[in-house]
């Protein structure tokens, strides 16, 4: 007891809010559907029930189940946590149990309780709780919460995540107790009797395990017991005698119990260092028992291995039935599979799936056996006591009776322990009670952790058997982890709970009356209305405890238990045997209860405390809720006990804090108005005033009640008192009437008190009254003075606390003369001349007094005046450090430092240097004053980079300064930091966090650093953006698949035309076509028919080719709705005919239509549909299974479906075993989309399970051995293909010779490989191009395979090499069918091996391979090459030669040889045909690779080369009727020429939709007839979708990986007809897809959130074809590659400037463009958008152009709406710039507030105006000369000083300031003419102050005072600088200058300080208008 120091014995609060308390997930239950849920249950047989404990123990454990036990209700509160509710009230959430429910509710004060989550579980809950769990993030270290409830039934935990994940963690034994702790869960196993039995002496089982996320496996704790002892070391936490009864988060602590010793440990819970975790299993697992038996022993633990399963059925027998007795579920699982598991060799490889699908699946297979711990999904069978621990000892022998036929039955078991996570390590732990003669303390009933009004924290816990509250003090060391456990306290109670916000706990003494402790001191007791405390008078008598029992009022059996009680505290007795520990749950006996419902129902228990309010339950069984009251209500009352705490000492503070406390909640206290007086009274009664004696103090009583004890009786209830009551009176009541209201000394007795009184009161009043000096905080006057001075200096730097300075200033001014510091009381007096005048009265303090006074080194006779140092800072004057308190005064710290770092350009005035601005105020008691800066190191950092203004601006938004904090800064200390604001808004940098973007005004810039954050989150468009599609009226427009362009976007890009529309019509494939063919007369009907059908069945061509246009035309433009299939668009090959429009269709069988004609569009089709999905659309596993079509004919579009998932990236989601399902179907189509479809999703991974799944369709890659499966041909093509894109890039060895060999696979003998041979080589090609991908000459390992001389040997022909190795075996015998020989059949692997070159060597620039693929220079080796390959060779040779492409016709015809350029003789024996096929050819080739090489980037040059080229092959077919060219040429030559022309040109114009290209495919797709097949349809469709890609979203990127793309998807050869794969497989097409990249930038306007038009500013890198170059576009527009530019910026004038700096990072704008390229733009105030405004006539400035400065006049008020969107500027234009007949106001003003607006808006700093508001008013105010305070001149004063330093010293040109016009040199002159009128009548008054003479009465100081402050005149009165009496200026300025008046401030005072000597007549005379 010793520690409790001081109590106030006499006192008492009131406790508020008085309600009974019933929990409500108690009502709600209820009304929960459960309850009859059970009962339905009860009906079935219990066997079905169960399956998990055993049947044997099942059917009777059930029957004892009685109805009270279902009913067991329990419940807990706590303090709503923020990410649970968004609103920022504060909150209490309950969880409440009973039986099978657990309901989580929350509610307010203000609003009644919900229910937030309900959940209902199987078995009976043993316990629910809350746990937050930390999930790892992928990549980076720090971790991410989840909250979640779990709920802890007999075999299993349920965790609900406030996400919506659930999970089910089944339980490997029985549980005890389960804790929350920071990391997870602790769980506490029940000890059995088996553990008895089984368990020999050496060897116990661990008792504590953890979970640290309900997907990881349960791990044993390791613990680290404190002491030197052999126990010391790290072991498992295996001793059952100790149970915890506590667990924390916040510090980490664990509190045990050991129930032998009887004493309490702390423990810290920690991760265990990896040290710990290897010593732990590292123990040798040898026989002998060592001295740490436990450990050596414990290797082998059954508890902590995992065993293999037994594989001796006898080995169950010989157990007999000992160890089957109890029912643990752990039975059940030991006979059920043991699962084997595979070491994990450290915590980090635990794999956690946070797949919700996967969780999901885990609960839904665990949920068929509810209770069961489903043994396959967790190491559940680790923790078994069951026969393996028997075998596991048999080995060792520790058993010899044991039967000798087990240990041959029994197999070793696999041994392999489990990794520990966590260790207990202790830090502190209770004296062990020494003899017998005290009783052993009981376990702990409560734990928890309180804190004291001074900031000690305690560890409390309440031993029941001792009726004790220990408390034990800690401190946190530096060094986090670490407590220091310092003295131990006993408060006598029979309970307590802690009150956690206003740092106390509320304790019930064994007496039944409720105390109020601080820590452990005692600060009063608690009155709650209408409960009386059971026993008044016990209390006082608690020394002789011989009291006749006949004073009590309460009935005497009610007495007499509480007497027992009282013993029992005071000496142990037997008697307490009667009281079992949990006396809280009612279990005591009915008929005490029963006594005690007539006696007045007393407090029996507290729980449930929450904040300030805890939970009473009554003896009667109700409970009451009462909250406790704050120490203080009033912000300012607050602060200034805040400050007395800091710099008192600790126990001084903490009376003065008690004291306050009793007095303000005295029962029926003060209203919160009469706070502040009855603060300052008790304050000032504390240091030894008489408050009743000055006047002032004296006037403050008029508002507060006397005697608190007179309202206290009218408040309490009149039921009979007691002698308690009278005995309070007595002691105090005498004394408030008597004395002042509050009598001051800490315990000092009444009579002292009373002497005292009559004294004063029999003297007459003296003169000036003195002071006590015996005060408690008389000591510390000085010290209290200057800390309540420093922090009215803080006060009046917030605009909404300056109200509050004005009343500390008068208890400021009375401390400050009594303490004669007369510089003081002229500051005060200067800050509010009209206040401090009216004072007179002070207090005289004896000489003898002022030596006890503790002298402060801090207190300076000069006054610490913050807005004067900001002053001369703004003069650039060195500046002493300004004094601060930490923690107290943030604000001042804020903007000493602002203005060190802007004004006086220290830039490392935040970081290094603060110590040069800021002195730190230390209390030397005080412990916690090493707060030091915390974010330095992120503003470090930047200090190099930008300009002050940027420092400053980070800064401020490092340390949480916000725009709203900045609106209450006092406008002339704010001006600064508004204009380094200002200049920052003008050129953000892109990298700012939101914060500073924020602070700087920027929404846009935050909404785009918003959605950074937010990129996990929806990824359409932002928030609340329309970029939805507009929903279309006709049915019909639905189906065209074409529906989701975002219109308003398109809208913008192409506002002049319907070319959208246009696309739309040309790619729709879902309407029946015109078929309109004349009925010649000689016709006959049927033949007509027939005629109809054929037309037909060629427009059907063009009908099948579209879906390959549509699927990139409407590329990634969806977000599928999860509960809907994707819809796709219908193949109608049915057409009408005109003029009846009469059906037509193929089926009719006129006309043999090719079978299986629709297979591969319908594929086409699944793939346009697929890919309308934005990669960013969230799509899952079972999505993708729902949309499998019922009806077989649907199948082949669901395998295009698949692909195009594969091609977004949505296929990884799909489950190996759905793909396992599709591919067993055996559907050719399916294998193809999926095979596909997975590659490209895993582009370029080398994954190895899907190289697995590629691997069974390629025999190639299978070994020679294996069984040969029967692939068809073109699953093998995919996977070939496959192979390639999983290995993009990669240069895999094994993979690159395995192809090469391929691309020249011989046919083989049973007719196998000898169909479409083509396609197979060339996907080999590709595949090996793929594969090596731009690596050239550097191909690591590859140099034995000559992978170039190879390919060239495949292109060129020559003997076949002999296969090498696996293969050998395979092509032994040749083909039966077709004669190849022993030589290369180029026709087959040319096409292959040239494209494989081409992407080896892709833009290496390698000569010598180009040279390779020249054509050939004569005439006769021309004649051996296919003219197709001469266009392959063409294309590969100049994508090698990359950097020779140039965008010019001469270019392009250099590829043609020489021998074909000249001038021929009809004579010279040439081929004319070869000729001019070979020329067509190898100019079209050469068109390729110009658009590979200019893809996307919409090059003009380029383009009109091509176009040139296009037309010039127009010319040519549009001579067909000169048939002679053609006939040459041949119509097909030509046109594929063309349609690789046309292609190689929408690739260059790729998303731009340019109208030349667009009319080129338009005149194609007219064209039906003749030799234009599917083919050719398909290439114009494929250039048509690539020109409007993404809907103009997306465009071609260059990069190695997109040109292969590219090569694989425009291969020159078309399908002849839609069923056609032999030269190449027609699903490659849509391999374009990846290379598509968005790089549409869309402006969206942040206010109105719409795209707009905006001005770009794009500047490009230099390169060797171009300077670094600059331009302008218009956005919404297309960027370039990001890799060619250095940055792009958004342009003014309309819009606020924004770069991004592609120099740094691309990341950035990267994400932006990814996110649909939403760029957030700001309107500057007075513009209008682009849309509105085309030529920007209209804008506010627009007008003032022709003539200067008629801006003002011709502003009109009114149309401020359409300028700017700020609702402040509008409302003030409305309300004060109009004259409205309410107001009569004056029209100057409208005017002067007219301008104020225009200037607002046109400088676009809408938020200077109330600013240029203020200094209006401070002008006026001046010049009517009605000014009480001087503060706002202050104000005026620094941003006179600001524009001075700006303009005048020329720091930084002048129309960088904020306030530029002439708005503040008219105010200015206003306010000196003023204040020079006043100065000329009252010079004299002027001097008299200067003289230090004092001020009469009525003299007008309130104008001197604002004189002095705005011409910074400094106190003079203890200068021996005299100012008066100079002769001459030179004198006055040599004097003047050491007190530092500015030099202008001094002209102005010149006549009166000059002319002093010769009387008044030549001030006059001496106008002060010459200076």
């Known amino acids: 007891m010793s520690e409790v120091v001081y109590e106030e014995t006499a006192t008492m609060i009131a406790a508020g809010e008085l309600q009974s308390f019933v929990p409500f997930g108690r009502e709600h239950c209820r009304n929960h559907p459960n309850a009859f849920n059970l009962q339905l249950r009860e009906l079935q047989p219990a066997s079905e029930l169960w399956s998990s404990d055993g049947a044997a123990g099942l059917v009777g454990s059930l029957r004892e189940v009685s109805l009270q036990e279902r009913d067991r209700e329990f419940w807990q509160l706590r303090k709503g946590c923020v990410g649970v509710r968004e609103e920022d009230v504060e909150f209490e959430e309950e969880l409440y149990t009973a039986g099978t429910v657990v309901i989580w509710s929350q509610g307010s004060r203000t609003q009644a309780s919900n229910v937030y989550k309900a959940f209902t579980v199987d078995s009976p809950v043993h316990q629910a709780l809350w746990c937050n769990f930390a999930v790892p993030h992928d990549k980076k270290d720090e971790e991410e919460v989840e909250q979640t409830v779990c709920i802890i039934q007999s075999s299993c935990v349920n965790v609900h995540t406030v996400g919506g994940k659930d999970f089910i963690s089944p339980l490997p034994f029985q549980v005890s107790d389960v804790w929350a702790t920071k990391f997870g869960l602790l769980l506490e196993r029940k000890t059995t009797m088996t553990d008895v039995q089984l368990s020999s002496p050496g060897e116990p089982l661990p008792t504590f395990f953890s979970m640290l996320h309900p997907i990881d496996e349960i791990a044993p704790v390791v613990c680290k017991p404190a002491g030197v002892h052999e126990g010391s070391r790290v072991q498992y936490a295996s001793d059952a005698t100790i149970k915890i009864v506590f667990s924390c988060c916040q510090p980490s602590l664990v509190v045990t119990y050991d129930t032998i010793h009887g004493t309490h440990s702390v423990w810290v819970l920690r991760k265990v260092t990896s040290d710990e975790r290897s010593s732990v299993l590292r123990h040798p697992a040898d026989p002998v028992g060592t001295s740490l038996g436990v450990v050596a022993l414990g290797f082998l633990n059954p508890y902590l291995c995992n065993i293999s399963r037994l594989d001796s059925p006898g080995g169950s027998g010989v157990m007999g039935t000992s160890a089957v007795s109890t029912s643990s579920p752990l039975h059940y699982s030991a006979l059920h599979g043991h699962q084997s598991r595979l070491a994990t060799s450290s915590p980090g490889s635990h794999s956690r799936v946070h797949s919700p699908s996967i969780s999901n699946m885990a609960a839904l297979s665990r949920a068929h056996s509810p209770g069961m711990a489903a043994p396959s999904l967790s190491g559940a069978s680790r923790f078994n006591t069951s026969f393996q621990s028997l075998s596991s000892r048999g080995q060792h022998g520790l058993l010899p009776s044991l039967n000798s036929t087990v240990n041959e039955t029994m197999l070793v078991p696999e041994l392999e322990p489990i990794v520990p996570d966590l260790c207990m390590e202790q830090l502190w732990s209770e004296a062990v009670t020494a003899g017998c003669h005290r009783q052993m303390s009981s376990q702990a009933s409560k734990v928890f952790l309180s804190s004291d009004l001074c900031e000690n924290r305690y560890l409390c816990f309440l031993v029941e058997s001792h009726q004790q ?41 064994a007496c039944g009356s409720l105390v109020l402790y601080t820590g452990v001191t005692r600060v ?10 059971p026993t008044f008078n016990l209390i006082n008598h608690l020394p002789h405890l011989s009291t006749p029992l006949e004073n009590v009022s309460t009935p005497t059996n009610a007495g007499s238990r509480h007497l027992q009680r009282l013993d029992e505290a005071a000496m142990p007795s037997p008697v307490s045997e009667l009281r079992s520990p949990n006396i809280k749950h009612h279990e005591a006996s009915f008929l005490e209860d029963y006594t005690f419902q007539q006696a007045t129902p007393h407090i029996h228990a507290l729980r449930d405390p929450v904040s300030n309010r805890v939970t009473l339950e009554l003896s009667s069984g109700s409970m009451l809720r009462i909250s406790i009251p704050e120490i203080a209500t009033s912000e300012l009352v607050r602060k200034c006990l805040q400050s007395i705490r800091f710099i008192l000492p600790k126990e001084a503070a903490m009376k003065v804090l008690v004291k306050w406390y009793n007095i303000y909640n005295a029962p029926g206290g003060p209203s919160a108005h009469a706070e502040w007086n009855l603060f300052v009274t008790c304050f000032m009664t504390l240091m030894g005033y008489n408050t009743e004696r000055l006047a002032w103090t004296r006037n403050l009583h008029f508002e507060v009640p006397l005697s608190p004890v007179i309202a206290a009786k009218k408040a309490r209830p009149s039921d009979g008192g007691s002698d308690e009551d009278w005995d309070y009176l007595i002691g105090c009541h005498y004394n408030r009437q008597m004395n002042c209201p509050l009598v001051c000394g800490p315990s000092d007795s009444s009579g002292a008190n009373k002497t005292l009184t009559a004294k004063t009161v029999s003297s007459p009043p003296s003169p000036s009254p003195e002071l006590e000096g015996s005060a408690p905080l008389f000591p510390h006057i000085p010290a209290l003075f200057y800390v309540l001075h420093l922090l009215y200096q803080e006060l009046q730097l917030n605009e909404l606390q300056r109200a509050r300075a004005s009343s500390l200033v008068c208890l400021l001014q009375q401390l400050a003369s009594d303490l004669q510091l007369e510089e003081y009381v002229d500051l005060y007096w200067r800050d509010y001349p009209s206040l401090i005048s009216s004072f007179s009265e002070s207090c005289h303090i004896d000489q003898a007094l002022f030596s006890q006074m503790q002298r402060v080194p801090f207190l300076r006779a000069e006054p610490p005046c913050l807005l004067s140092w900001l002053s001369s800072c703004l003069r650039g004057e060195e500046v002493p450090p300004f004094p601060y308190l930490p923690g107290i005064c943030q604000r001042t710290k804020l903007l000493v430092l602002s203005y060190a770092l802007y004004i006086a350009g220290d830039e490392n005035a935040t970081s290094t240097d603060v110590s040069k601005y800021l002195v730190k105020l230390s209390a030397g008691q005080k412990l916690r004053v090493s707060e030091h800066y915390r974010r330095q190191s992120s503003v470090v950092v930047k200090s190099s980079s930008g300009s002050l203004a940027e420092q400053l601006v ?24 508004r204009e380094a604001i200002y200049h920052c808004r003008e050129q953000p940098c892109s990298d700012w966090s939101e914060e500073v973007c924020m602070l700087i005004g920027r929404q846009d810039l935050t909404k785009q650093a918003h959605k950074m954050t937010l990129a996990k989150s929806k990824a359409s468009v932002g928030s609340g953006l329309s970029l939805e599609p507009p929903a279309t009226t006709e049915a019909d427009e639905e189906e065209d698949g074409m529906s989701d362009i975002i219109q308003e976007v398109t809208g913008l890009i192409w506002s002049q035309d319907l070319r959208v529309q246009e696309v739309r019509r040309l790619l729709q494939s879902s309407r029946p076509v015109r078929v309109s063919v004349v009925q010649l007369p000689e016709v006959s009907d049927h033949e007509y028919i027939e005629e109809k059908e054929n037309k037909l069945l060629q427009l059907c061509q063009r009908t099948m080719a579209l879906p390959v246009g549509r699927g990139l035309f409407t590329l990634f433009s969806y977000h599928p709705v999860p509960t809907e299939p994707l819809p796709v668009p219908k193949l109608n090959l049915t057409g009408r005919a005109p003029p009846r429009n009469t059906m037509v269709d193929l089926n009719s069988g006129n006309i043999d239509v090719p079978p299986n004609m629709t297979s591969w569009p319908s594929f ?25 079509p019922k009806s077989p004919e649907l199948a082949n579009e669901y395998a295009g479906f698949l692909m195009a998932l594969g091609l977004n990236g949505h296929l990884t989601k799909l489950a190996t075993l759905n793909i396992h399902d599709y591919l067993t179907k055996g559907h050719e189509m399916t294998s193809i989309g999926l095979l596909l479809g997975v590659s490209s999703a895993r582009l370029g991974t080398m994954d190895m399970s899907i190289t697995r799944l590629l691997s069974i369709h390629i025999p190639a890659l299978l070994p020679p051995t294996s069984t040969e499966l029967d692939v068809p041909h073109n699953v093998q093509v995919a996977a070939v293909i496959g192979i390639g894109l999983v290995y993009q890039g990669t240069g895999h060895r094994h993979n690159a010779e395995v192809l090469l060999s391929e691309i020249g696979r011989p046919p083989g003998p049973e007719m196998e490989y000898c169909t479409d041979r083509e396609s197979y080589s060339l996907a080999a090609g590709l595949a090996l191009g793929m594969v090596c991908l731009g690596h050239g000459s550097n191909l690591i390992g590859m140099t034995d395979l000559n992978v170039p001389e190879q390919l060239y040997q495949y292109m060129v022909g020559g003997h076949r090499r002999a296969q090498a190795g696996a293969s050998r075996e395979r092509h032994k015998s040749p083909s039966y069918q077709i004669k190849e020989g022993d030589t290369i059949n180029v026709d087959v692997t040319c096409p292959g091996a040239t494209l494989a070159l081409a992407m080896i060597y892709l833009k290496t620039n390698n000569r010598s391979i180009a040279d390779w693929l020249k054509p050939p220079d004569t005439w006769f080796l021309l004649d051996f090459i296919k003219p197709e390959f001469l266009l392959l060779r063409t294309l590969a040779r100049c994508i090698i030669m990359w950097d020779e492409i140039l965008p010019n016709p001469e270019w392009v015809k250099s590829n043609i040889p020489q021998i074909m350029r000249g001038t021929f003789d009809s004579s010279d024996d040439i081929n004319m045909e070869t000729m001019a096929q070979a020329q067509d050819y190898i100019t079209a080739g050469a068109c390729m690779a110009l658009g590979l090489r200019f893809a996307g980037s919409a090059n003009s040059d380029a383009f009109d080369c091509l176009y040139e080229f296009a037309k010039s092959f127009m010319k040519i077919m549009s001579f067909a009727g000169t048939a002679a060219v053609v006939s040459q040429t041949g119509y097909y030559n030509l046109q594929t020429g063309l349609s690789m022309i046309l292609l190689a040109m ?33 290439a114009h469709h494929m250039a048509l979708g690539l020109l409007f890609l993404g809907g103009g979203r997306y465009t071609l990127s260059t990069s190695n990986s997109a040109i292969a793309a590219l090569l694989c998807a425009l291969y020159p050869h078309f399908p002849a007809h839609s069923t056609d794969n032999r030269y190449h497989l027609q699903a490659l097409r849509h391999l374009a897809v990846l290379a598509a990249e968005p790089r549409l930038l869309v402006p969206v306007d942040v206010d109105s959130l719409k795209p707009c038009y905006a001005l770009l500013e794009v500047t490009y890198k230099e390169t060797k074809w171009y300077e670094e170059t600059t331009v302008e576009l218009m956005a919404p527009t297309m960027l370039p590659e990001l890799h060619l530019l250095k940055r792009v910026k958004v342009k003014g004038p309309r819009y606020w400037e924004l770069s991004v700096d592609l120099g740094k990072e691309t990341r950035h704008l990267k994400s932006i463009l990814s996110r649909d390229g939403v760029l957030y733009v700001k309107l500057r105030a007075g513009q209008l958008p682009y849309k509105d405004d085309p030529q920007g006539w209209k804008s506010l400035l627009a007008s003032s152009v022709n003539h200067h400065n008629s801006g003002v006049r011709t502003f009109k008020p009114e149309a401020i709406s359409t300028f700017t969107s700020e609702p402040a500027l509008i409302s003030f234009a409305k309300f004060f710039c109009k004259t409205s007949d309410g107001m009569n106001s004056r029209g100057d003003s409208l005017v002067l507030f007219s301008a104020m607006l225009y200037e607002c808006v046109t400088q676009e700093c809408p938020e200077m105006l109330p600013t240029y508001i203020a200094i209006e008013q401070v002008a006026g105010a001046v010049r009517r000369g009605d000014l009480m305070e001087t503060f706002a001149l202050w104000q005026m004063r620094l941003v006179v000083e600001l524009w001075d330093s700006r303009v005048l010293y020329g720091r930084s040109n002048c129309h960088e300031a904020l306030l530029t016009s002439e708005f ?14 006043w100065l000329q009548g009252n010079s004299s008054l002027l001097r008299s102050y200067m003289r230090g003479e004092a001020l009469s009465r009525n003299a007008p100081s309130a104008m001197l005072a604002c004189f002095l402050v705005y011409r910074s005149i400094p106190c003079l009165r203890n200068k021996h600088t005299q100012l008066e009496g100079c002769t001459s200026l030179g004198d006055l300025l040599s004097r003047s200058s050491q007190l530092g008046v500015p030099l202008r401030d001094l002209l102005r005072l010149t006549p009166v300080l000059l002319g002093s000597a010769s009387g008044p007549q030549t001030a006059q005379g001496f106008p002060p208008q010459t200076f």
């Open 469 to 509: 509250l220990r408390c034990v003090k800690f401190i946190e060391s530096n060094d986090t982890c670490q407590l220091i456990f310092a003295s131990v306290t006993s408060i006598p109670a029979k309970d307590a709970e802690p009150l956690q916000n206003i740092d106390a706990m509320l304790v019930l003494e």
């Open 1546 to 1578: 929408s690739m260059v114009m790729s998303g731009t939709g340019n109208l030349k290209v667009l009319q080129l495919c338009r005149f194609f797709h007219k064209r039906t007839g003749g030799e234009m097949n599917y083919g050719f349809h398909m």
């Open 524 to 533: 009063s007791k608690v009155f709650v209305p209408g409960l009386l405390s």
């Open 954 to 977: 980070v800064w401020l938004a490092s340390e949480g300064f916000t725009l709203k904090d900045l609106e209450s800064v006092p406008f002339g200390v704010a001006l600064p930091i």
């Open 1164 to 1188: 086409h089709n699944g793939v346009a549909a697929g890919l309308k999905i934005a990669p960013a659309s969230q799509v899952d596993s079972a999505w993708i299974a729902y949309n499998k």
């Open 1864 to 1877: 503040l040199p008219v105010m200015k002159n206003m306010v000196d003419v003023a204040l020079d009128g």
